[in-house]
Structures are given as C-alpha cells and as structure tokens.
T-cell receptor, first 112, second 114 residues
Framework: KQEVTQIPAALSVPEGENLVLNCSFT??????LQWFRQDPGKGLTSLLL?????REQTSGRLNASLDKSSGRSTLYIAASQPGDSATYLC???????????FGAGTQVVVTP | DVKVTQSSRYLVKRTGEKVFLECVQD?????MFWYRQDPGLGLRLIYF???????EKGDIPEGYSVSREKKERFSLILESASTNQTSMYLC?????????????FGPGTRLTVL
C-alpha cells in the first residue's frame, strides 16, 4: 500500500526566501504526482501535476520535480510572499479509478 | 470552471443521529470521492463512485454509506453519528482517471458530533 510522507510538518520563513517542500512515497508505480494547496478551513486547489514520464513541472514561481526511482518529489516556491501561507499537500495516483494517496501536508507560514 | 459544491460548510449533530452530507459537481464527471481529513493524518478515502449507483469502499468505510442516484450528486451518510466521526469531510470529482487528470475538490464540511 502506498505511503506518502511530507517533512517537515510545519515551516516558517521570512518573506522573499525560497521555499522547499519535500514529499516521499514508497510505491514508484504511479500514474502521476500532484501538489495541492489548502487554505484554512477550505478545500484543496491543484497547483501542479507531474506525470510519471516527466521529471518536473513549472507554473510561475512554482516548480515541482519528480524522481520516481528514489520515491521523491520536491516543490520549490521562489521568492515567497505572505499570500503563500497555506498547507501544501502532495498526493500520488496509483490506480485507474482516480484514487489519490495523500501526505499529511506541510503547513507554511511566510512572515512579512 | 469546474465547480464542486457541498451542502453545508459547518454542521453540528448529536451522537446517534443520521447525518447526510451532499456533494454536487457541474461538469459531468464520472468519478466522485469522499475523504475525511484529520490533523496529522492527511486525507483518507471513505468511499468512491465510478458511475451512477456504483460505489466502492475506500480505506475507512466503517460507519459510513454512500448514495449516487444521479451522476452529478454523491451523498455520504453517517447511519448513527459518533464523536469519532467529528472531522472535515471533503468531496472531489474527476472526469476520468488518467495520467493528466486532476481531482477537483469542494470547500469541505466541518462536522462536529456532540
């Protein structure tokens, strides 16, 4: 059974610093890996989706890498802003039904 | 834009009550999901549905049932609510599971069982 781990559980950085969020998974037979953002008390918003054949995806200040052989993904957020404060979750897709396996998330606080 | 809505943002129920949580999506998605989210545990799958009247158990189905009578609507039912079912409940949908498809989530229902 897929296990997804995110370390650290919480992170606080001053505005302007780059953020590095880590995700590891035990089963490398994935269809894709996704990063989501969750604001307090809200649902999840998809940030980036990396297909199993890809090594990275970029969107604006966000860049996510995928290394299936080592079971790792990293989300980089450049030049962080207070508006980036949220919980970031990674999830893997390992079957054709669309079921996702989630990590517990990293709670990020960017201080002005 | 895909929209997934949930019937309530906040709900307070008493132990033993029957509770209905409803989810509606407006983009003709095939598959729908119910998760619960608890601090430190992430999201855990309760049930999912891949077609009208079709359902499959997820990782933690005990104490829950679901109903999908119409393609756009997926209901989660707590037959007899218990305090350990106090949680955030999230509904999601996906067009078809594939390497490029993502799930779209509703805003969540925070359920408190007293």
């Amino acid at each position: 059974k897929q296990e997804v781990t995110q370390i650290p559980a919480a992170l606080s950085v001053p505005e302007g610093e780059n953020l590095v969020l880590n995700c590891s998974f035990t089963d490398s037979a994935i269809y894709n890996l996704q990063w989501f953002r969750q604001d307090p008390g809200k649902g999840l918003t998809s940030l980036l989706l990396i297909q199993s054949s890809q090594r990275e995806q970029t969107s604006g200040r966000l860049n996510a890498s995928l290394d299936k052989s080592s079971g790792r993904s990293t989300l980089y957020i450049a030049a962080s802003q207070p508006g980036d404060s949220a919980t970031y979750l990674c999830a893997t897709l390992t079957d054709s039904w669309g079921k996702l396996q989630f990590g517990a998330g990293t709670q990020v606080v960017v201080t002005p | 834009d895909v929209k997934v809505t949930q019937s309530s943002r906040y709900l307070v129920k008493r132990t033993g009550e029957k509770v209905f949580l409803e989810c509606v999506q407006d983009m003709d998605h095939e598959n729908m999901f119910w998760y619960r989210q608890d601090p430190g545990l992430g999201l855990r799958l309760i049930y999912f549905s891949y077609d009208v009247k079709m359902k499959e158990k997820g990782d933690i189905p005990e104490g829950y049932s679901v109903s999908r009578e119409k393609k756009e609507r997926f209901s989660l039912i707590l037959e007899s609510a218990s305090t350990n079912q106090t949680s955030m409940y999230l509904c999601a949908s996906i067009l078809l599971a594939g390497s490029t498809d993502t799930q779209y989530f509703g805003p969540g229902t925070r359920l408190t069982v007293l």
